[in-house]
């Protein structure tokens, strides 16, 4: 026995799942912000965890802390 | 939440991240607000107050979803061929079992209703010699 098989995309249905991709909720008691307001001071609020990876990042990567020897110290550096 | 932006019923405000001098400001999200009146009991007391709900749709977020959809959609297709796919020390799948496997695999990749599968099973008699 064999087996004849066929499988198709629904595009319409696809379609319409499209419109309800993307979106975000947010809420506050505030009553007089816009939504740009709200997008960007959602986006850009104070991360202490940003500071960290400012450290730790490729800039200031001052990551060797096991290391003894200035000279690798200043090399690294 | 979202039936008014569907009808065209709502409109919607443009968010666009700011640009540098000389160039177009490139448009991110776009989204409404409703207040939605709210009342809670603290302390025997009854508050009210007004809670406002932003429903911002981000560009970059529906592409992503958009793309993580097609995946599913792809990886639901593959598993679909591979249910009929002869391999060694693979049991094959009789005819009655193979629509609740495939309808399986649609609900796990959640591509349900987003493609329409058929199978049939084709016999063939082989002549033996006595």
Same mark, same amino acid.
């Given at each position: 026995?064999?087996?004849?098989?066929?499988?198709?995309?629904?595009?319409?249905?696809?379609?319409?799942?499209?419109?309800?991709?993307?979106?975000?909720?947010?809420?506050?008691?505030?009553?007089?912000?816009?939504?740009?307001?709200?997008?960007?001071?959602?986006?850009?609020?104070?991360?202490?965890?940003?500071?960290?990876?400012?450290?730790?990042?490729?800039?200031?990567?001052?990551?060797?802390?096991?290391?003894?020897?200035?000279?690798?110290?200043?090399?690294?550096? | 939440?979202?039936?008014?932006?569907?009808?065209?019923?709502?409109?919607?405000?443009?968010?666009?991240?700011?640009?540098?001098?000389? !160039?177009?400001?490139?448009?991110?999200?776009?989204?409404?607000?409703?207040?939605?009146?709210?009342?809670?009991?603290?302390?025997?007391?009854?508050?009210?107050?007004?809670?406002?709900?932003?429903?911002?749709?981000?560009?970059?977020?529906?592409?992503?979803?958009?793309?993580?959809?097609?995946?599913?959609?792809?990886?639901?297709?593959?598993?679909?061929?591979?249910?009929?796919?002869? !391999?060694?020390?693979?049991?094959?799948?009789?005819?009655?079992?193979?629509l609740p496997a495939a309808g399986d695999s649609v609900t796990e990749q959640g591509v349900a209703g987003l493609r329409h599968y058929h199978i049939q099973a084709v016999g063939t008699v082989r002549q033996v010699r006595v």
């Amino acid at each position: 026995m064999s087996f004849v098989r066929a499988v198709r995309r629904d595009e319409q249905a696809i379609a319409q799942r499209q419109p309800a991709m993307g979106w975000q909720v947010y809420a506050a008691n505030g009553l007089t912000l816009t939504v740009p307001q709200v997008v960007w001071a959602y986006r850009g609020p104070y991360r202490s965890e940003d500071d960290w990876a400012r450290l730790k990042g490729r800039s200031l990567g001052l990551t060797p802390v096991d290391l003894q020897d200035e000279q690798r110290l200043g090399g690294l550096v | 939440m979202l039936q008014p932006v569907c009808a065209g019923k709502e409109a919607l405000q443009v968010v666009s991240r700011p640009a540098a001098a000389g !160039q177009a400001e490139e448009r991110v999200a776009s989204g409404f607000w409703v207040d939605v009146p709210l009342t809670a009991r603290v302390d025997e007391k009854v508050v009210r107050w007004t809670e406002r709900r932003w429903l911002v749709r981000s560009l970059a977020y529906a592409q992503a979803q958009q793309t993580a959809l097609e995946r599913r959609l792809t990886a639901a297709t593959a598993a679909w061929h591979a249910l009929v796919q002869r !391999q060694q020390g693979k049991r094959r799948r009789l005819h009655a079992e193979l629509l609740p496997a495939a309808g399986d695999s649609v609900t796990e990749q959640g591509v349900a209703g987003l493609r329409h599968y058929h199978i049939q099973a084709v016999g063939t008699v082989r002549q033996v010699r006595v």
